[in-house]
């Protein structure tokens, strides 16, 4: 390695430094935390289970009779509870996600039939 390269590197290194240093204890509080990693249990720490939230915003009528705009609805609500029940044991995913999530969907405004048809399809993606 050169003076030039080994210089530069020292210069990011001090750079670095000061910058982390001049932060004030309030920023770093008030930055938000973020996680990479998935969860790797659907229980918190306190022991209780965690909440399944599936937002599903209200459906514009217009979509509703669509055809080609009800297709990708479904799609990407289907990726949506799938990737939300994805580490859930079958036993609670029966008796606790997949009914909150038919009523959330109906709530949105979807048919039974959609709905069906987009718990087929988060049924198949968790027998994978």
Same mark, same amino acid.
């Given at each position: 390695?050169?003076?030039?390269?080994?210089?530069?590197?020292?210069?990011?290194?001090?750079?670095?430094?000061?910058?982390?240093?001049?932060?004030?204890?309030?920023?770093?509080?008030?930055?938000?935390?973020?996680? $990479?990693?998935?969860?790797?249990?659907?229980?918190?720490?306190?022991?209780?289970?965690?909440?399944?939230?599936?937002?599903?915003?209200?459906?514009?009528?217009?979509?509703?009779?669509?055809?080609?705009?009800?297709?990708?609805?479904?799609?990407?609500?289907?990726?949506?509870?799938?990737?939300?029940?994805?580490?859930?044991?079958?036993?609670?995913?029966?008796?606790?996600?997949?009914?909150?999530?038919?009523?959330?969907?109906?709530?949105?405004?979807?048919?039974?039939?959609?709905?069906?048809?987009?718990?087929?399809?988060?049924? $198949?993606?968790?027998?994978?």
């Amino acid at each position: 390695m050169t003076v030039r390269h080994s210089s530069m590197f020292l210069a990011l290194t001090l750079t670095f430094a000061a910058g982390c240093g001049a932060a004030t204890s309030e920023s770093r509080e008030a930055a938000p935390l973020i996680a $990479y990693a998935r969860p790797s249990s659907d229980v918190t720490s306190s022991g209780r289970a965690r909440e399944l939230v599936v937002k599903v915003e209200p459906i514009r009528e217009g979509s509703l009779h669509d055809p080609a705009k009800m297709m990708d609805l479904r799609l990407s609500i289907e990726r949506q509870v799938s990737a939300q029940v994805q580490g859930m044991t079958d036993e609670r995913y029966r008796s606790v996600a997949r009914p909150r999530v038919v009523e959330a969907l109906r709530a949105a405004g979807l048919e039974q039939a959609d709905v069906d048809y987009i718990l087929r399809g988060v049924d $198949y993606h968790r027998s994978l």
